[in-house]
């Protein structure tokens, strides 16, 4: 019974360790996952700043690329709570709004267009907020600071350049 849990484990963690890291900016880290499910990938990820409010999740905010898939630049939230379904998502970055699509605690640009907006906005901005309702109807948001988020984007965009 022990050597199975060790042995599951050990699986659990596997995809973890094979996870490289390509550095710390600011408060945004960037890895490359050239192991990954559907091929290699690269990311940079930054946490939500702290809050005492309720958290369903720890909230995150990643930019992607999957070279093999030719996907490039894409945003992903990982909110605080999980969603009202239905209910609006906002993304607010230097006075412009975005919204996003998403369920359960996720959210996303609706499409590589918008993809490409947020993260040319992202180079420039101090900081982004997401904004929406909780699954019980309440308002909440989730900010993070872009200090390093540039470099990180850049950092785990070369990293993918490598693993093609």
Same mark, same amino acid.
């Given at each position: 019974?022990?050597?199975?849990?060790?042995?599951?484990?050990?699986?659990?963690?596997?995809?973890?360790?094979? +996870?490289?890291?390509? *550095?710390?900016? *600011?408060? &945004?880290? #960037? $890895?490359?996952?050239?192991?990954?499910?559907?091929?290699?990938?690269?990311?940079?990820?930054?946490?939500?700043?702290?809050?005492? %409010?309720?958290?369903?999740?720890?909230?995150?905010?990643?930019?992607?690329? &999957?070279?093999? @898939?030719?996907?490039? !630049?894409?945003?992903? $939230? +990982? %909110?605080?709570?999980?969603?009202?379904?239905?209910?609006?998502?906002?993304?607010?970055?230097?006075?412009?709004?975005?919204? =996003?699509?998403?369920? *359960?605690?996720?959210? &996303?640009?609706?499409?590589? +267009?918008?993809?490409?907006?947020?993260?040319? @906005?992202? +180079?420039?901005? !101090?900081?982004?907020?997401?904004?929406?309702?909780?699954?019980? !109807?309440?308002? $909440?948001?989730?900010? &993070?600071?872009?200090?390093?988020?540039?470099?990180?984007?850049?950092?785990? @965009?070369?990293?993918? #350049?490598? =693993?093609?």
């Amino acid at each position: 019974m022990l050597r199975r849990a060790v042995l599951a484990l050990a699986l659990i963690a596997a995809p973890a360790l094979a +996870r490289d890291s390509l *550095g710390m900016f *600011g408060g &945004w880290g #960037a $890895f490359s996952d050239p192991q990954a499910p559907g091929g290699p990938r690269c990311y940079a990820i930054a946490m939500a700043a702290p809050s005492t %409010l309720q958290r369903d999740y720890q909230p995150y905010a990643t930019v992607g690329t &999957w070279p093999r @898939a030719q996907v490039r !630049g894409q945003v992903h $939230f +990982r %909110l605080s709570r999980k969603l009202q379904p239905g209910a609006p998502i906002t993304l607010i970055m230097s006075g412009r709004r975005y919204p =996003l699509v998403g369920g *359960g605690g996720d959210a &996303w640009a609706a499409d590589k +267009r918008m993809d490409a907006a947020i993260v040319a @906005a992202m +180079r420039s901005a !101090g900081e982004m907020t997401v904004s929406a309702r909780d699954a019980t !109807g309440r308002g $909440f948001t989730n900010t &993070w600071s872009l200090d390093g988020a540039a470099t990180a984007m850049d950092a785990a @965009a070369v990293g993918c #350049a490598r =693993l093609r």
